[in-house]
């Protein structure tokens, strides 16, 4: 009797552990721990990533700097262009051009926009003898940084590989404005310092 007893206990022994791994318990964590683990890891590494790419980059703070010079010269003198600072500096910089050309022309031409073309739409800069119009103000400023920076094959050998004032003397001739590029080249000392190859007004 005491030895059917005890086979009965050890087989009991057996079937528990067996019982007790194919029945869910709450409390137990479940094995998808590790993976959340690794998950977690990931998007760690992914934010680390996108704070790294967030993270100032010198040439958008002197690029926004630009922006900001541009538009405080705008705002002081109440033209009607200012907030499309931004715009005109990154035009300039696509373009090869000194980031206050596009302003300094628009001043010029029509008091920052005050006295833009009357006959076409948006043209602050005299673009084509004020016979040219523009679907906005950043079509203008695209239009005209592409032209001055020699990139349309129609007009680039007026404006390619030319320093500030040969691009200058090429939009308005002496002949035709007197000291145009004297002119504008002085707004443009007003607007803000070229960091480096400044051009002389006695370039030709």
Same mark, same amino acid.
């Given at each position: 009797m005491k030895k059917k007893n005890l086979i009965r206990f050890a087989q009991s022994l057996v079937i528990l552990p067996v019982m007790a791994m194919s029945t869910p318990i709450s409390n137990i964590p479940k094995i &998808? @721990?590790?993976q959340n683990v690794l998950v977690q890891k990931l998007n760690n590494t992914a934010n680390? @990533?996108?704070a790294l790419n967030q993270a100032p980059d010198p040439a958008v703070k002197i690029l926004k700097a630009k922006a900001e010079a541009i538009d405080a010269y705008f705002r002081e003198r109440d033209m009607p262009l200012v907030g499309t600072g931004l715009k005109m500096a990154e035009e300039a910089e696509k373009n090869g051009l000194d980031w206050r050309?596009? $302003?300094a022309i628009a %001043?010029? &031409?029509s008091t920052?926009?005050?006295f833009e073309c009357k006959k076409v739409p948006n043209n602050p800069f005299g673009w084509g003898s004020c016979k040219i119009g523009f679907k906005s103000d950043d079509h203008a400023i695209?239009? %005209? $940084?592409?032209n001055l920076g020699g990139n349309n094959p129609n007009t680039a050998y007026h404006y390619d590989d030319k320093t500030t004032v040969q691009i200058l003397r090429a939009y308005n001739p002496p002949s035709i404005v007197p000291r145009? $590029? &004297?002119q504008v080249i002085n707004i443009m000392n007003d607007i803000g &310092? @070229?960091?480096a190859n400044k051009d002389s007004i006695s370039n030709t």
């Open positions: &998808e @721990l590790p680390g @990533l996108l050309l596009l $302003a %001043v010029r &031409e920052g926009g005050k695209e239009t %005209v $940084a592409r145009y $590029a &004297e &310092e @070229l960091e």
